[in-house]
Structures are given as C-alpha cells and as structure tokens.
T-cell receptor
Framework: SAVISQKPSRDICQRGTSLTIQCQVD?????MFWYRQQPGQSLTLIAT?????????ESGFVIDKFPISRPNLTFSTLTVSNMSPEDSSIYLC????????????FGPGTRLTVT | AQKVTQAQTEISVVEKEDVTLDCVYETRDTTYYLFWYKQPPSGELVFLIRRNSFDEQNEISGRYSWNFQKSTSSFNFTITASQVVDSAVYFC????????????FGIGTKLQVIP
C-alpha cells in the first residue's frame, strides 16, 4: 500500500499567480501521476512524473503551464502557472505500487480556486 | 482510443433500496483492467475494485457487487440495501496494459441516498 499526502489541501489564488502543489509518498514508487478534476467533471491525466527526466504530458497539457518535478522516488511537485479561473480544480497525485497488476493510489487532492 | 461511459449522471434512491450504477467501456486492447472508485463529498478517491479483463466472475463484497460482462463491454456496480453513507460520486475507469497503466475515467455517477 501507499499513503500519499498533498500540500496544500486547498488554496485560493489570484489570477496570474502560480501555485506549487507537493505530493509526498510514504514509500518509494516507480510511477507517479498528476490528475485534474474540474468542477463536476471526471478526472483527467495531466502528466506522468518521471524521476530524473522531464515529465510526460498528455494531449492538451504543456510544461510551461504545468511544470512538474520529481527529484526522487517519493516526492513530486506540480506547479500551476499563470493561473486563470479556468484552472480552478482539484489536483490529485496518484502512484502505482508493486508489480503488474499494479495497485493505484490517489492522494487526498488539492482544491484550488482561482479568483 | 479508450472510452468509459457512465450514462447515469445522477441517481437518487431511498435508503435501503438497491441501486445499480452502469458502466460501458470501449477498448481495442484484449488485456485491460476495470475499476470502480468512490468519491465522497470530502473529495478523496476511494478504491473499490479492480477487475482483470480475463476474469469475468462476478464479485460480491458485503453490500457491493459487480457484474462484468465482456460480451456487452459492461462493468456494472450494485449497492444492496443502500445507506446514506453511500452518497458519493462513483467513477468507473479503464486502464490500458503495458509498462504503466494510464487510466481513463468515466464522468461519474452522483448517487444520493435519501434517509
């Protein structure tokens, strides 16, 4: 199993600013992901956070807007840059543990409101 | 491309009624995993079940049961004798095989159990 914590749990930010969300896992994991859940919507994968290399972004998401770091196997950050109200969402960190079929775990999420 | 359809966006039932949440999926892969997650009002995602595409046995866990029918590409979820604590958004999801599991989520079904 994996226990995931995220900081901050929620924040209210002004348009044009940036926010960095932290994801900490209590054990080393190979795969870490960042998801977004816009209000009333489903979860959408933003990117895969790769340790030691650039993140792999899904269609519609770019590094300039959502830079990701993963300095080690237990920690990752997602930055939401130059925020607009459309970025108001829950951002979730997710990890895979074990071997195939992997167990997937989600963090508690960071609820972001942009005014 | 993978797709998950949850046609029921919102369902309301009276406590102690049974309720079935529908999930239909599309994939070209012969090997895949199906999931159900619960998201209560607090926002965290709670894992409920993972099903391998080769395992078509139905599963029962307490008041929860799942009916996987590969012939109709459906993976329906039934809650028996619903309780108020079952009120949440339920997501069906599908993952592709390979080195990591990219998960595609349905839009979710909001279940409200009325006392």
């Amino acid at each position: 199993s994996a226990v995931i914590s995220q900081k901050p749990s929620r924040d209210i930010c002004q348009r044009g600013t940036s926010l960095t969300i932290q994801c900490q896992v209590d054990s080393q994991v190979t795969m870490m992901f960042w998801y977004r859940q816009q209000p009333g919507q489903s979860l959408t994968l933003i990117a895969t956070a790769n340790q030691g290399s650039e993140a792999t972004y899904e269609s519609g998401f770019v590094i300039d807007k959502f830079p990701i770091s993963r300095p080690n196997l237990t920690f990752s950050t997602l930055t939401v840059s130059n925020m607009s109200p459309e970025d108001s969402s829950i951002y979730l960190c997710s990890v895979l543990t074990g071997t195939a079929p992997y167990e997937q775990y989600f963090g508690p999420g960071t609820r972001l409101t942009v005014t | 491309a993978q797709k998950v359809t949850q046609a029921q966006t919102e369902i309301s039932v009276v406590e102690k009624e049974d309720v079935t949440l529908d999930c239909v999926y599309e994939t070209r892969d012969t090997t895949y995993y199906l999931f159900w997650y619960k998201q209560p009002p607090s926002g965290e995602l709670v894992f409920l079940i993972r099903r391998n595409s080769f395992d078509e046995q139905n599963e029962i866990s307490g008041r929860y049961s799942w009916n996987f029918q590969k012939s109709t590409s459906s993976f329906n979820f039934t809650i028996t004798a619903s309780q108020v604590v079952d009120s949440a958004v339920y997501f069906c999801a599908l993952s592709e095989p390979g080195g990591y599991q990219k998960v595609t989520f349905g839009i979710g079904t909001k279940l409200q159990v009325i006392p």
